[in-house]
């Protein structure tokens, strides 16, 4: 079995999945520890001298550049820990399946077969012939993110094994609570000390993404006039009116059930309150940033125009920045694209440059000031029992990393 296999089939034994219920405090669930120790303690073994796991699972260390590239920015590689709570995510038993064609099934589970089709994931035809990783069927695989980790920590046992390997330092980052939106938001970005990093946490080996939503939340707030509703004509003003114009008008065809590729939204997520103060949130998301700005301007818009209506002070839009498009910090550092095409190339990997729906740990990292696209893990199904990892595409992964570090051991 190979190093980042054998690793990949211990990690994922660890339980531990994040909790949205528990989102504030980091980490969200204790059981995040047992995977940041163990992380931290084979870091050490491994001869990152101060690998350290904190009070909020955080698990950061730092490989020395190899000989010659000690005067080189630090590149740093991060994953996260925790596996998704959208399926049942503890007593994960992996095994590998040698996948012969057909349906690629994980289990039987109360006699269904947990089965994933070609005509589900139509990539499944390039593993025929080959072995792959699978859950039971009771649970999911969390190679989401567990596949990320594996590959990291086995690229730094390599690293470490055939110090010839040219890279520059390495900061690496193992980060809780990605799945419930935490964002790496508790990294010490100057303690990490790295210039650019990558996450590793994409699907299907040869993915990259450098460009996702820019994204914020707006409050909107109705205060409303309360009279008898006997004598309420003309002097009456209902919040919970108010606010069914606002949501009237934003176009409806910018719905999340509407849209998709690189259309942006307008997503309502909660409403509350009585006919005397109402209020609702919103997500905002768009890809092109004047498109977003205008978005924006549209709450502003409407509120204005319904003030008017209805009185100075009745609508009030608090507009919150959440991240930003890493496209637009991106510019001007094409290297790190051109850097990651090469070392998938390098490794008889076609890559493929899949824009994120969503955002990522590194979306708020780069917000935060440190560059960092999204590289694939290999994995497949996220979030679902039905996923799995080619063992081809996790070994592949460790090489991609070698050839990317390598492409880092000169100036930029
Ligand atoms: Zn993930």
Redesign the pocket.
């Known amino acids: 079995m190979s190093d980042v296999l054998e690793r990949f089939m211990r990690y994922v034994q660890v339980d531990s999945q994040s909790d949205p219920e528990n989102e504030e405090r980091t980490p969200s669930t204790d059981r995040q520890h047992d995977m940041a120790r163990l992380l931290a303690d084979e870091l050490r073994a491994l001869g990152c001298e101060d690998a350290a796991a904190d009070e909020h699972a955080y698990v950061t260390a730092h490989l020395p550049a190899s000989p010659g590239c000690e005067g080189l920015p630090a590149l740093g590689l991060c994953?996260?820990i925790d596996s998704?709570p959208d399926a049942p995510g503890a007593g994960v038993k992996p095994h590998v399946v040698r996948y012969e064609g057909g349906a690629l099934v994980a289990g039987v589970v109360d006699g269904v077969s947990i089965e994933t089709s070609p005509s589900q994931v139509a990539e499944l035809e390039r593993f025929k012939g080959q072995d792959i990783v699978c859950s039971d069927g009771t649970t999911l695989l969390s190679a989401?993110?567990k596949a990320?980790v594996a590959e990291i920590m086995s690229l730094v046992a390599r690293l470490v094994e055939n110090p010839a390997l040219p890279h520059p330092r390495l900061a690496i980052a193992f980060v809780p609570d990605?799945?419930i939106g935490h964002g790496a938001s508790l990294l010490d970005i100057e303690a990490f000390g790295a210039e650019w990093a990558y996450t590793v946490?994409?699907g299907d080996i040869g993915e990259l993404s450098y460009e996702c939503f820019s994204a914020a939340q707006a409050t909107v707030r109705a205060h409303g006039v309360m009279v008898h509703p006997g004598s309420a004509k003309d002097v009456m003003v209902n919040a919970i009116t108010v606010l069914r114009e606002f949501d009237s008008m934003l176009p409806a065809h910018e719905r999340p059930e509407h849209t998709e590729g690189r259309d942006g939204f307008n997503h309502l997520m909660s409403i509350s309150g009585d006919a005397s103060d109402a209020q609702m949130t919103y997500i905002l998301r768009d890809f092109d940033a004047a498109k977003f700005a205008a978005r924006e301007q549209s709450f502003v818009s409407i509120a204005a125009l319904l003030n008017e209506r209805h009185g100075e002070g009745t609508v009030e839009v608090e507009l919150r920045e959440q991240y930003r498009n890493m496209a637009e910090k991106l510019e001007g550092s094409t290297f790190l694209v051109d850097n990651a095409l090469e070392a998938f190339r390098a490794c008889e990997v076609e890559p493929f440059i899949e824009p994120i729906r969503g955002g990522?740990?590194g979306a708020q990292l780069t917000f935060r000031g440190l560059p960092c696209p999204n590289l694939s893990?290999g994995g497949f199904n996220?979030h679902s029992v039905r996923e799995f990892i080619p063992v081809s595409s996790l070994e592949t992964m460790v090489d991609v990393l070698e050839q990317l570090v390598a492409r880092f051991a000169k100036e930029q």
């Open positions: 994953a996260h998704s989401d993110d990320g990605e799945e946490d994409g990522t740990d893990t996220f």
